[in-house]
């Protein structure tokens, strides 16, 4: 028989605020403190009766706790039905701190346990590997990519051991850099300045070219369509209609694309372009269509970057020189869905 790398079940958690808290307070009364404390501030602020103001403050902190226990009981059920499940293959719990540079193996079945975001951070660096997204906490989470509750996460892994799972094939974007880096993204990709100071750079779409100033691109996917790219284009639209006569609530203006996750097709938007004597605004949005990208060259001397999902820590550096090429990826994560009934 030819060598079958070992298959695992790797679950992937995130901290919660709680844990957060007391690893940058200490202890759990000091973490206690600080949120009752900052919550008694902002109920004073706003004028709530005196007397109530110390019951309403603990209710802050109680709800953190119950959000943090809520979670930890999930994730433990989790681990518990996958280890009982008959499957036969170890269970590895990583934090999401540690995808980056996690090695998953081309075999393993990849479980998340957490709010949409920890999907997309996640989805990116398991290249294809099928992924069971877990809501931990319905009555918190609304979940959009997260079909399966605790006591579904036994059987959907079944499903997928046995190749009857059924999957949404979701586009990623991909900036792909001349010196070989290459940067994925679920949502959406920056390309920017890390600060607030305008970024610099020359944008080329199809055969058009120009020199812009502005506060950076987006390009979204579909995943991504209903996030970021959304206020973008709620954003504008508010502004369109406040100074058009009418008001945001009322006023018309062009709906922010709505693509399907598996839509080939990418968006961009130019975020605050400024025109000057050196920088234009005429490539200000469109669609990236299959198989076709926009090229960023960095006019940057500093502080240029590209990162994904919103994550600033995870990034390419974009200085001056640089060429990022952005378009779909060719590979796309594989996310399984909830059963038909």
């Known amino acids: 028989m ?9 679950i992937v958690t995130r901290a919660t605020q709680l844990s957060a808290l007391r ?10 403190f600080h949120v009752v404390s900052a919550r008694k501030r902002e109920l004073a602020r706003a004028g709530a009766p005196a007397a109530a103001i110390d019951k309403l403050a603990a209710v802050a902190f109680t709800e953190v706790e119950a959000a943090a226990d809520t979670y930890e009981a999930t994730v433990l059920r989790v681990r518990q039905d996958l280890e009982a499940g008959g ?6 719990i990583i934090d999401r701190a540690f995808v980056p540079n996690f090695v998953f193996g081309p075999n393993d079945v990849v479980l998340t346990i957490g ?16 992924i069971v997204a877990v809501n931990p906490d319905p009555a918190r989470i609304d979940g959009v990519l997260l079909p399966f509750k605790a006591e579904d996460a036994r059987w959907a892994v079944r499903d997928v051991l046995s190749g009857t799972a059924k999957f949404r094939e979701v586009t990623l ?6 010196d070989g880096q290459v940067l994925l993204a679920f949502n959406e990709l920056f390309i920017g300045c890390r600060s607030h100071v305008s970024a610099r750079y020359r944008l080329k779409v199809g055969t058009a070219t ?4 502005s506060s950076g691109i987006l ?26 006569g009418g008001s945001a609530k009322t006023g018309k203006a062009a709906p922010s694309p709505r693509l399907s996750w598996e839509d080939p097709k990418l968006v961009y938007v130019v975020r605050e372009p400024f025109v000057s004597k050196t920088s234009a605004a005429e490539l200000i949005a469109g669609v990236v269509e299959a198989g076709r990208e926009i090229v960023v060259e960095s006019e940057m001397a500093s502080d240029g970057v590209i990162f994904s999902d919103g994550v600033e820590a995870d990034y390419i550096e974009f200085n001056s020189g640089a060429i990022a090429r952005i378009g779909a990826a060719p590979t796309k994560a594989r996310i399984v869905a909830a059963r038909t009934k």
């Open 2 to 10: 030819g060598y079958r790398p070992e298959r695992r079940i790797v």
């Open 87 to 92: 499957f036969d293959l170890p269970v590895q």
């Open 173 to 178: 974007a991909q900036a792909t850099m001349a």
């Open 219 to 244: 390009v979204s996917t579909g995943a991504g369509s209903t996030g970021w790219m959304s206020s973008v284009f709620r954003m504008a639209a508010g502004v369109m209609s406040a100074f058009a």
């Open 23 to 32: 690893q940058k307070f200490a202890t759990p009364s000091q973490a206690r």
């Open 210 to 213: 120009e020199s812009q100033s």
């Open 115 to 130: 709010q949409d975001g920890l999907v997309a951070n996640t989805a990116k660096y398991v290249l294809g590997r099928p």
